[in-house]
């Protein structure tokens, strides 16, 4: 080892306008969901809160809280952030209500304001299969939003199960 001690700069990434975009999800929001539990079954209906803060200018992580279709307190975790190296939105799920843990990539469509995200997780069948999921984040203005996810089919078409309104509370 040399006495030499080599500088190097720390690493710093600038926010992109995918990281502006995110950046308009930071805030204290409530929701209201539907969610079918089944093809028998009605839709439930319930709602909670939600604390959306900024890590940096490059990341957020939400924090979810609400009520569980049949009872009982939901809490949750969202991170999402955008790398430039993939060109794709990136991030993670994990919900007290199960012990998946979800990773997202996904892409913007600027022209309509949807985020769109990919993810593979365990079937809700039960049947221990893993099945294909994708979820959506839509941007209506800065004080409301639309979050939906939908499962692949055997079948080869999606089926939309849940369905979320979000409003800034402040």
Same mark, same amino acid.
């Given at each position: 080892m ?26 204290e %929001?409530?929701? $209201?969901? !539907?969610?079918?539990? /089944? ?8 709602? +909670? ?52 843990? %979800?990773?997202? $990539?996904? !892409?913007?469509?600027? /022209? ?8 593979? +997780? ?39 199960f ?9």
């Amino acid at each position: 080892m040399t006495s030499e001690t080599t500088q190097q700069a720390p690493m710093t990434a600038e926010p992109q306008k995918e990281h502006q975009w995110l950046q308009r999800l930071v805030g204290e %929001w409530t929701f $209201e969901s !539907e969610a079918s539990m /089944g093809p028998d079954q009605p839709p439930e209906k319930v709602s +909670g809160t939600e604390s959306v803060r900024a890590l940096g200018g490059l990341w957020i992580i939400s924090a979810g809280e609400g009520e569980m279709p049949g009872g009982g307190l939901h809490r949750s975790v969202l991170t999402l952030g955008y790398d430039p190296d993939k060109k794709r939105f990136v991030g993670s799920f994990i919900s007290s209500m199960m012990p998946s843990f %979800w990773v997202y $990539e996904g !892409e913007l469509d600027t /022209g309509s304001n949807v985020l769109t995200l990919n993810t593979e +997780g365990p079937s809700m069948t039960g049947d221990g299969k893993m099945a294909k999921y994708q979820e959506t984040i839509e941007l209506l203005s800065d004080d409301q939003r639309v979050f939906k996810s939908r499962v692949l089919g055997e079948d080869g078409d999606w089926q939309e199960f849940l369905s979320m309104g979000y409003r800034r509370a402040r």
